[in-house]
């Protein structure tokens, strides 16, 4: 679960995060170019991707785009700072999280290490069966062992990102989550101010498997707290 | 408009006339105009005709009145001729019955009232003259004219002098109606008026639509083109024309395209330098780790020194961004409903928790909530900027006072007032605060940490929201700057 690829065309980074990253635990390939890039991490021999947005070439969220279209691997993005626009693109095409550059090299080993224990986690219910612990709420089915979701009994295509945070409020349904929560249960980190990492992903879910579940809304937003996945029957949602 | 003049009754006049609200709604319309004017050259040149004709005795009218009046004295002429000399034969020859027979006969056949008298005055056919007739031939038998016509009122009188088959003297005369009245005026006179009136006004519609329209898509493309719409052309919409305007739409695509391209290359070049100046302090920032985990104990904080200026060049090359983006616009953000309120406690309770490392607090004054509609990110950045500011040079021990407020001479402002305890601002400087990198004389700005572009931003943002922002210093020491917004803010 520590195998790490890395597409950056700045070679001397690449090469610094390797000396920082093998220490701490880590195995890291490093390409320059996005086609190697796109080759390499299909190949299924890592466990995360960190992805530069700034690539020459087929861009960043291009390559992002063609390992979505065959892989669900967990990416994160490395973008300038301060262009919001980027960020949201990102998460929008399917990227966990990102992180704008000049970064500090913790916060990264942080956002790995809360990846990694999303699979741990997943590691740990495949050992023990699992079958009573699968969420069912309305039309949507969630395993978190096998780490499946099914939608009126057909899968779906979540990226890791995705599937904690559908797991978070499913596991609460009809009872409001923060965002605060949220954010720690699948990013790993606090929230930063004006940072739409969590409504994204969101939106993604929402747009995945629908806006609407009999004549209400899905996931519904609460100004100012967080979200709430609606749960059918008596009073679907209660705060 | 038009030039203000000191003269009271001038100026009277002119708001009389050019500010009335039939002349505003014609200046502002381009329609209306040239409908007025229209309208205007119509009568005009209606009128002149009119006038020529009617008053110039030379007019066409007075000629053709000329020329009829002159025709039918000379068919008079003719006919009292034809029809006397036969009348005083008979009467002459055969007597008066057959004179009187002859008479009725002719007359019949004759438009003119027609008599015949002797030297005497007497009609030979027995008729009465009507007054005036009789007096003209009663002038006349006392003159000696052969012949005699008058036009007048009464009607057109001609009279003759013949002689007769006696060799005595007779007079013939001739009298007529006045010619009616031939009216310069054609019976559809007002109908003919009326339909050349639609006519003008049909034209100038079709006129000024030609010209307006494409004025109009103009106008809608400049629109959008300021509003950010860079991909917005004209050209097509103007179809085939080829006219000066449709020349103008071809020069207005031209340009947007030019503009475009500048804003990308801007854009581009932002995030090029963005890209380029932070690379190798991405590359800086895990060396450093790198040496962090290597490092023995006694250097940690010569490594937490070199960290924390990694940080601050990190923060201006952002700030210095920031601020080109704001001072050459436009902003590619939407703007949302804010809670200003709501920002200010937050930006205070982040500023108290720096503050408390300099031993300072921040005090935010109770308020009811006020909202705008503005940038987010920006005025947050802007609010902080400040606030930052006062905390770093406010006195140790002081605190920094935030208040937030209606205006009172204005109800549609908000004030917001950050007011620090610390050493002012001398009055050379307080014009340049919000000057990019200007430092007060004697303000080395090392030991507070200042970095000189922060107030910079904040003015720019202010402005970008169409408020106003300004600093003073307060009797009792220290600097107030004070951020004047619009509640109803329709930021740029």
């Known amino acids: 679960m520590n195998h790490i690829l890395v597409i950056d065309d700045d070679e001397e980074l690449c090469e610094l995060l390797i000396d920082y990253l093998t220490p701490e635990g880590f195995d890291v390939e490093a390409v320059q170019t996005p086609e190697k890039g796109l080759q390499r991490a299909l190949t299924k021999e890592h466990d995360l991707v960190i992805l530069d947005v700034m690539l020459p070439g087929m861009s960043g969220f291009d390559t992002l785009r063609h390992i979505r279209l065959k892989s669900d691997i967990p990416v994160i993005m490395l973008t300038a700072r301060g262009d919001g626009v980027d960020r949201i693109v990102g998460l929008e095409m399917g990227a966990d999280d990102y992180l704008p550059k000049p970064f500090n090299p913790r916060e990264l080993v942080a956002r790995i290490r809360a990846v990694q224990r999303r699979f741990e986690k997943k590691e740990l219910s495949e050992n023990v069966h699992q079958k009573n612990l699968s969420l069912k709420v309305g039309d949507v089915v969630l395993d978190p062992g096998p780490r499946t979701v099914f939608l009126q009994g057909k899968p779906v295509s979540l990226t890791a990102a995705e599937f904690t945070l559908l797991n978070e409020l499913m596991k609460n349904a009809g009872n409001v989550v923060s965002r605060d929560v949220l954010s720690e249960a699948v990013l790993g980190r606090k929230l930063g101010l004006f940072d739409r990492s969590i409504d994204v992903h969101v939106s993604s879910l929402r747009k995945k498997l629908g806006h609407q579940y009999h004549g209400a809304e899905r996931i519904q937003s609460i100004r100012g707290v967080g979200y709430i996945y609606f749960r059918p029957g008596k009073g679907g949602f209660s705060y | 408009m038009h030039s203000q003049t000191n003269n009271p009754k001038q100026r009277l006049l002119s708001n009389f006339f050019f500010d009335s609200y039939p002349a505003v709604l014609i200046r502002k319309n381009l329609f209306l105009k040239i409908l007025f004017i229209a309208c205007i050259l119509n009568l005009f040149s209606m009128g002149i005709t009119i006038l020529m ?350 208040g937030i407020e209606a205006g009172s001479a204005n109800k549609d402002h908000i004030i917001l007032t950050i007011r620090d305890h610390g050493p002012g601002v001398p009055l050379s400087a307080l014009p340049h605060l919000f000057e990019p990198f200007y430092r007060a004389k004697g303000d080395r700005g090392r030991k507070t940490g200042g970095t000189g572009v922060g107030l910079a931003i904040a003015y720019r943002a202010i402005k970008l929201h169409k408020g106003e922002i300004r600093a003073e210093n307060i009797p009792n020491g220290g600097l107030q700057v004070t951020i004047t917004l619009l509640k109803t803010a329709n930021a740029a």
């Open chain 2, 53 to 402: 004709a009617v008053t110039s005795s030379s007019g066409p009218v007075a000629r053709i009145v000329e020329r009829v009046e002159k025709k039918r004295q000379e068919l008079v002429s003719q006919g009292i001729h034809l029809y006397a000399t036969p009348l005083i034969e008979k009467w002459v020859i055969q007597g008066k019955i057959a004179a009187v027979s002859y008479a009725d006969q002719m007359e019949k056949h004759l438009s003119f009232d027609p008599n015949v008298f002797d030297s005497d005055g007497h009609s030979l056919i027995d008729r009465k003259a009507p007054p005036w007739v009789e007096g003209r031939i009663k002038q006349f038998m006392a003159g000696n004219h052969s012949e005699f016509h008058a036009n007048n009122s009464h009607g057109l009188i001609v009279i003759h002098r013949m002689e007769g088959p006696d060799r005595k003297q007779y007079v013939a005369s001739g009298s007529l109606k006045p010619l009616k009245k031939i009216s310069y005026f054609s019976p559809n006179f007002a109908f003919r008026i009326g339909i050349s009136f639609l006519m003008i006004t049909l034209l100038s519609f079709l006129l000024t639509r030609h010209i307006a329209n494409p004025i109009a898509k103009l106008r809608k493309a400049t629109r959008e083109i300021a509003a950010g719409n860079f991909s917005f052309r004209v050209g097509e919409m103007l179809g085939r024309r080829q006219d000066a305007i449709a020349q103008l739409g071809l020069d207005f695509d031209q340009m947007a395209t030019q503009i475009q391209t500048l804003i990308k290359d801007r854009q581009r070049l932002f995030r090029d330098i963005s890209h380029e100046l932070r690379s190798p302090l991405a590359r800086l920032s895990i060396s450093l780790e790198i040496s962090r985990q290597k490092a023995s104990d006694e250097v940690t904080s010569n490594l937490d020194r070199i960290g924390l200026e990694a940080e601050r060049i990190n923060n201006l090359i952002g700030e210095i961004l920031l601020l080109s983006r704001l001072e050459t616009g436009p902003i590619f953000r939407t703007a949302e409903m804010i809670d200003l309120s709501g920002m200010i406690c937050r930006i205070g309770d982040d500023a108290n928790f720096e503050a408390q490392g300099r031993q300072v607090s921040v005090i935010i004054a109770p308020s009811p909530v006020f909202r705008i509609y503005g940038y987010p990110q920006i005025l947050h950045r802007a609010i902080e900027n400040v606030v930052r500011n006062a905390i770093r040079y406010t006195d140790k021990g002081t605190a920094v006072n935030i």
